[in-house]
């Protein structure tokens, strides 16, 4: 139930977000079959002259076709705007971001992107809410030379060990009323990885259900100003 609603809530809020300049595309995976994804291209794009990139990976839920590309356009489109990116939102191919399948699916396909489209290599962001907050501590940790700041949002760290966290700036999201990933220890981690000396900013918001993802954007704007700071050396 607690997935279908999270579908369902992405669906509303991409239908009222509506459509914009983002195409549902398809690669042809190694291990077989094809990877789904949406590319958002922003206004004004022009080859040879470099743009941020954005990685964004979806949460869980019941799957619809090109899932990445609805959560794309209710949450991370809005929210990143200023950042003026492009935008690439896989489906995930197997149940999880962390398994072998799906890195292995995530890495080509932004090897994909990074060869087609005119990338400014220092600033490349991996985002993700719940399950893709999930993935998005897995891929910067795993990936630190593909990415040069994370927001995970509404996510658990899994069993990453505390030392490869964070190796990027990481701006992390997190709800006190998070009723299926707990407040506490997201707190928790934040605190231990500032003591590490990583680059890391704690926002934690009063009062988003987890299934509230529209509640995130201002959050995710702001994180999406810090990061933008980050990427020009300011603080």
Known sequence: MRT????????????VAGAADLRNLKMPL???GDLLYGLWLPDGYVPGQPRPLVLALHPGGERMVYYGSAYTRAV?????AELGAIIVAPDCPTNAWT???SERAVVALLDRVLREYTIDRARV????????????WFFSS???????????MAASTGNDPQELLARVPTYIIHSRRDQVVPFEPAERNARALERLGRTVIFDPLDTPTHFEMSAYIPALRRAGSWVANRWTGSK
């Open 4 to 15: 279908r609603l999270l579908a369902f809530c992405l669906c509303l809020l991409a239908s």
């Open 30 to 32: 190694a291990d077989g």
């Open 76 to 80: 991370v489109a809005p929210a990143l």
């Open 99 to 101: 398994d072998d399948t």
């Open 125 to 136: 962001l991996v985002v993700g809410f719940s399950m893709g907050g999930r993935g998005t």
């Open 142 to 152: 795993r990936h630190p030379e593909l990415f040069t700041a994370a927001i995970p």
